[in-house]
């Protein structure tokens, strides 16, 4: 549903994209994740037709962001990491205007500013000032902003910033629901637990460029390299030490639990058996997955390797 193929975005001599491609498929939904500068809400602009390319080419549902900007605009929701909201108008009001806006039908745009309303809560504060409300539930109008004419296609911008963590949760809700509905999603976060918990893929951005993607799992075989074990003990670490030498690579060794990574998992039954013939008494041996914090981090150190 969005497809992107070697764009570049230059800024006067500052280059902001330099040959990004990606593709978001159906009920796919991608984190885009990279510091701050690297490129990801100018990526945004221009999959939304908001900016255009300095060279290479996007399709929204097979539209050219180029060429067909408005039918593009039309089929996309954004939330920016700034939304402005019109601070006077009471929510209500905002979010028929911008429905009317997208020529939503008056019926159904009633129907679906209420059910959205309802799903996150707003409640009474529909009917306020915009200016009047707290920053979590102007978020949240801002989001149904973005849903109001069921987009196929969503780009979403710290989705849950200023929420409390319920509001947050509800909004991670909805968002791993939308995979139901066939939309395209992608999210830009720097909430790695957040892009862990929703994302089906993850492509980092780096100086301008596309430094690592692929699902969650994939990116961290490749950048963490052979899984930890944590095994968990009575006895003496010394004795737990000189068992394990030079059979694996000793991570951590605590008062009561070793991390070790091994090349090959088939080994642990035979490591298990030395430590109880060395009078350790093993209590449980368990894999540790790497955070994506730490994938991520190795990625941006080395910035990937493609």
């Given amino acids: ?16 994209l330099q040959g990004i491609s990606l593709k978001v498929s159906p009920g796919e939904i991608l984190a885009l994740l990279g510091p701050n500068g690297a490129g990801k809400t100018t990526t945004i602009r221009i999959l939304a037709a908001v900016l255009r390319p300095t060279s290479g080419r996007a399709t ?32 209500r009001s905002y979010l028929e205007f911008f429905g009317q806006l997208h020529r939503v039908p008056g019926p159904v745009l009633r129907r679906r500013v209420s059910e959205l309303i309802d799903y996150f809560g707003l409640g009474e504060a529909v009917d306020r000032r915009l200016g009047t409300l707290s920053k979590g539930m102007r978020q949240k109008v801002a989001l149904i902003r973005a849903l109001i004419h069921d987009p196929k296609v969503l780009f979403l911008d710290e989705p849950t910033s200023a929420m ?7 909004v991670r809700d909805f968002i791993a629901g939308l995979r139901r509905s066939d939309r395209a999603t992608i999210i830009c976060t720097h909430n790695l637990a957040e892009a862990e918990l929703l994302a089906d893929r993850i492509a980092v951005i780096a100086r301008g460029r596309i ?84 994938v991520y981090l190795r990625i941006l150190g080395g910035e990937g390797t493609s």
């Fill in 1 to 16: 549903m969005v497809e992107a193929f070697a764009l570049t975005k230059c800024f006067s001599d500052f280059w902001a």
């Fill in 60 to 91: 929204v549902c097979g539209y050219d962001v180029l060429t067909d900007g408005p039918a593009v605009r039309s089929l996309v929701g954004v939330l920016t990491e700034f939304p402005g909201l019109y601070d006077r108008m009471s929510a």
């Fill in 164 to 170: 409390d963590p319920a509001g947050a949760r509800q």
């Fill in 211 to 294: 430094v690592a993607d692929g699902k969650p799992g994939e990116l961290k075989r490749l950048f963490a390299g052979p899984p930890v074990f944590e095994l968990r003990f009575t006895g003496s670490p010394d004795a737990a030490r000189e068992a394990l030498d030079g059979r694996v690579r000793v991570v951590d060794l605590g008062p009561n639990y070793v991390r070790y990574q091994v090349d090959d998992p088939g080994r642990n039954p035979g490591l298990v058996e030395r430590l109880v013939g060395a009078g350790v008494g093993v209590l449980s041996l368990a894999e540790v997955s790497p955070s994506l914090e730490d």
